[in-house]
């Protein structure tokens, strides 16, 4: 079956300091991907997403994320943490030539920056 | 960047009455929308994915008959939840993908139920 995974629930990380986080993938073939971060009562907002060229990606608010085929990864990054940054990441992936398909999710890891 | 707007961003109702969440596409047509449910501090399930001028396909294990899906414009969905209970409350956010990017999709703030 195809799915996503993130593996944490919950990172913390201390401001300035880097984040990550992980998000694997088990699917056939080579799967479109995406982050998205949510805020408390909020949809969800694009963060960036991997569909095919270089393995490491940029998007928005100065995140990144690396895709690793033989690992089946694409773990979200950021080289230094805002406090501004806590809030819930959803992990999710896509099909390509798959039509008009949804999104599959993550169960989603919550993110606290301390100050 | 495209739009996807909801209405309402809030509800509360009464067990047994029907409740009407809109989503629109503001500034592109969307001939499918997805409708999504968030339980507190879980993941998104997709629920059904509306199609324009056609029938609504439901996930396994979602109601038709209780939650009800008209797309009945290239810009509007609709999904009333009929005969609330209480466990119906819960967070619905909607997307859309746009016609020439499947995979730039556009997902509306959401809109809270709490059904009393």
């Known amino acids: 079956a195809q799915s996503v995974a993130q593996p944490e629930d919950q990172v913390n990380v201390a401001e300035g300091n880097p984040l990550t986080v992980k998000c694997t993938y088990s699917?056939?073939?080579?799967?479109?991907l995406f982050w998205y971060v949510q805020y408390p009562n909020r949809g969800l907002q694009f963060l960036l997403k991997y569909i095919t060229g270089d393995n490491l990606v940029k998007g928005s608010y100065g995140f990144e994320a690396e895709f690793n085929k033989s690992q089946t990864s694409f773990h979200l990054k950021k080289p230094s943490a805002l406090v501004s940054d806590s809030a819930l990441y959803f992990c999710?992936?896509?099909?390509?030539?798959?039509?008009?398909?949804?999104?599959?999710f993550g169960k989603g890891t919550r993110l606290s920056v301390i100050a | 960047g495209a739009v996807v707007s909801q209405h309402p961003s809030w509800v509360i109702c009464k067990s047994g009455t029907s409740v009407k969440i809109e989503c629109r596409s503001l500034d592109f047509q969307a001939t499918t929308m997805f409708w999504y449910r968030q339980f507190p501090k879980q993941s998104l399930m997709l629920m059904a994915t509306?199609?324009?001028?056609?029938?609504?396909?439901?996930e396994q294990g979602v109601e038709k008959d209780k939650f009800l899906i008209n797309h009945a414009s290239l810009t509007l969905s609709t999904l009333t939840v009929t005969s609330a209970h209480p466990e119906d409350s819960s967070f619905y956010i909607c997307s859309a993908p746009l016609p020439r990017d499947h995979n730039e999709q556009f997902f509306g703030p959401g809109t809270r139920l709490t059904v009393l």
């Open positions: 999710a992936v896509r099909f390509p030539f798959s039509g008009n398909t949804p999104l599959v």
């Open positions: 509306s199609n324009e001028g056609s029938k609504a396909t439901y």
């Open positions: 699917v056939s073939g080579n799967p479109y």
